[in-house]
């Protein structure tokens, strides 16, 4: 259902639109004809920023270069044998390199080794598989070329970023067997944290590694859609030919939008890595959001000024109107005995809301007046009813009053159940009329105080079949249906008239049934004297799966316990057995079927 604006809602809309509009134009027309002008000194920025950071990312780079050259000079340098091998298995070797290690904690791993990766090796942690892989090409690379080999690598289950490098370092003779091979895994913590460089990051922008074949190799917690338009940007491409300052701007698809970003890449000359900086060209406006933010200020408060006023205002017509509305709402509930208060009220809307009040107070009468007419119907009906089962009980001296009293202990095992007071009104409706059928059995087996015949017996087990039929015709009584015809079923499938087993029994059937065994074993029959609550209960728990569902018995018993089940009152003179010792088990082919 959709619901109208209020007029208060309405009022504070147009004002705050009338604030708006002026704001959105001065915006529009302050930023479109200095766009290009904009973008411009976006790129030059962004051009600043990414030469910047190329510059700290190869200066660190450099400095450990150079710090393993020197290393490795000294080793070369030293008085020992005349091949690497030999010398890097010297004792002192080992003491002075692991001294160095600890004089680099950014420096996670350190090896001098010869050409076939033979040396001390020291690490602050265990290198993985994909680790040593990389250090190891790492270190071909440098041994086929001659020069320093980068690789940027991830470290542990955390993939924390790295530099693995690889310096080779020959001796001042240049003989060629006279090279170690200096190997470190970097992680500069100061550098990759100026690399992710929140203040870019807080614009929406981005910062990228690619190496010289155009791969890339980190992202600051990049999307794969912003990585993937990246790679197959021009940007990249010219990169990889001609490894130079460049700029580009192209579109990014992300989440399912697009947008225009302004990239720049900045060589490492260190590595012949690039470094990308990209940034939305949204971002170039914000010099314009500066000198619109006066603007804005004191649009903001001509607004409040506004809405104060439209506050008043609403409130002076508002309120009558929504007073006129809660009790609309009211009488639509159901609450038609309320009435709008008229005090404050001027011009028409006095003269409505005493007119609504006078059809509010017409409504109420007539309301009144159907109410009564629904319950004195309702009285009839279920007198009717009463009447009716009343005459079927008269035709058997020994159970008049037990459709009375099934519907009450139903009743009561449905309120122990937990179902809802409509559910509870409609078994009652059912319980009372479960016995219908029996007006249609002959009176000499219906009275028959001994044990049926089998032809009886069959005869008798008809009565559920026929009061079925009877309420067939009476549309207001077929929820009834299921428990006249099936109260008489046992849930392991044994009952009649049709087999039903189990749950496929009617919940409500089941209840009833429980209620009329209560009654049948309580009060006086042709071949039994009742019995004695104590021994209806053991009897009925006895029943417990195989004739009755145990759900229904728990609840019957938890009535019992509270005392909202009790057994009818035997007439006077008459004697109530107390347990199954005093008198023979009932037939069970007898009238009571």
């Known amino acids: ?45 962004l051009t600043r920023t990414a030469e910047a950071l190329s510059k700290e990312v190869d200066k660190v780079l450099a400095g450990a270069r150079r710090e393993l050259e020197i290393l490795g000079r000294g080793l070369l340098a030293a008085p020992g044998p005349d091949t690497v091998e030999e010398l890097l298995q010297q004792e002192w070797v080992g003491s002075f390199l692991q001294s160095f290690a600890e004089e680099h904690p950014e420096w996670r791993a350190f090896a001098a080794v010869d050409a076939k990766g033979r040396g001390p090796q020291f690490s602050a942690g265990t290198l993985g598989e994909a680790e040593r ?8 690379q440098a041994v086929t070329s001659g020069r320093p080999s980068y690789r940027f690598i991830r470290l542990g289950e955390a993939a924390e ?23 470190a895994v970097l992680q500069p913590r100061r550098l990759l944290q100026d690399l992710a460089l929140p203040s870019l990051r807080a ?96 649009s903001l408060l001509l607004v409040l000024l506004a809405l104060v006023l439209a506050f008043v205002t609403s409130a002076w017509i508002g309120q009558p109107v929504q007073r006129l509305a809660q009790t609309t709402h009211a009488i639509a509930q159901g609450d038609f005995s309320s009435r709008v208060d008229t005090s404050g009220m001027r011009f028409e809307l006095a003269n409505l809301a005493d007119d609504f009040n006078l059809m509010g107070g017409t409504i109420e009468r007539y309301v009144e007046q159907l109410q009564q007419a629904a319950q004195a119907n309702r009285d009839l009906f279920i007198g009717s009813l009463r009447a009716f089962t009343a005459a079927i009980d008269a035709k058997d001296p020994y159970t008049r009053g037990h459709s009375e009293r099934v519907a009450s202990v139903s009743r009561t095992i449905a309120r122990s159940l937990g179902l809802s007071e409509d559910v509870q009104g409609r078994l009652w409706i059912a319980a009372l009329l479960h016995d219908v059928g029996k007006i249609g059995v002959d009176d000499r ?19 559920t079949v026929i009061g079925a039929e009877i309420m067939a ?8 249906i299921p428990v006249i015809r099936w109260h008489h079923e046992n849930w392991n499938g044994k009952g009649y008239p049709d087999g039903l087993k189990g749950e496929k029994i009617p919940l409500l059937a089941r209840i009833v049934a429980v209620a009329d065994t209560f009654d049948a074993i309580t009060t006086n029959r042709p071949y039994q004297n009742a019995y004695t609550l104590d021994y209806a209960v053991a009897t009925i728990t006895k029943l417990t799966g195989s004739r009755f569902d145990a759900k229904i018995v728990t609840a019957f018993m938890k009535a019992v ?33």
């Open 473 to 480: 015709s009476i549309d207001q009584l077929k929820e009834a």
């Open 203 to 298: 614009e929406g922008g981005e910062v990228f590694l690619i190496d010289r074949e155009g791969n890339l190799i980190w992202s600051s917690v990049s999307s794969p859609e912003n990585e993937q338009t990246l790679l197959s940007s021009g940007l990249v491409r010219s990169f990889v030919s001609r490894p130079m300052p460049l700029t580009e701007i192209y579109d990014v698809e992300s989440g399912g939008q697009s947008q225009t970003v302004i990239a720049i890449v900045s060589p490492i000359p260190e590595t012949g890595w690039g470094v990308v900086a990209h940034r939305p060209e949204k971002s170039a406006f914000r010099g314009v959001r500066r000198l619109l933010l006066t603007a804005l200020v004191s």
């Open 561 to 593: 316990e509270r005392g909202e089940v009790a057994v009818p009152k035997a007439p006077q003179g008459e004697k109530r057995v107390r347990s199954s010792d005093e008198v023979p088990e009932p037939p069970a082919a007898s009238a009571t079927a």
């Open 161 to 183: 970023p790295a530099v693995g490098l690889t310096v080779p370092v020959s001796s001042a003779s240049s003989d060629a067997d006279r090279r170690v091979f200096l190997e």
């Open 445 to 463: 087996v219906l009275k028959k105080g001994g044990v049926l015949s089998p032809e009886e017996y069959a005869q008798m087990q008809k009565h």
């Open 1 to 45: 259902m959709i619901h109208a604006l209020k007029l208060r809602s309405v009022l504070f809309l147009l004002i705050l639109f009338a604030g708006i509009v002026p704001l959105a134009i001065s915006t529009w027309v302050l930023t479109e004809p200095n766009r290009e002008l904009l973008r411009t000194e976006e790129q030059t920025d």
């Open 133 to 140: 892989l990389e250090l190891h090409g790492a270190l071909e």
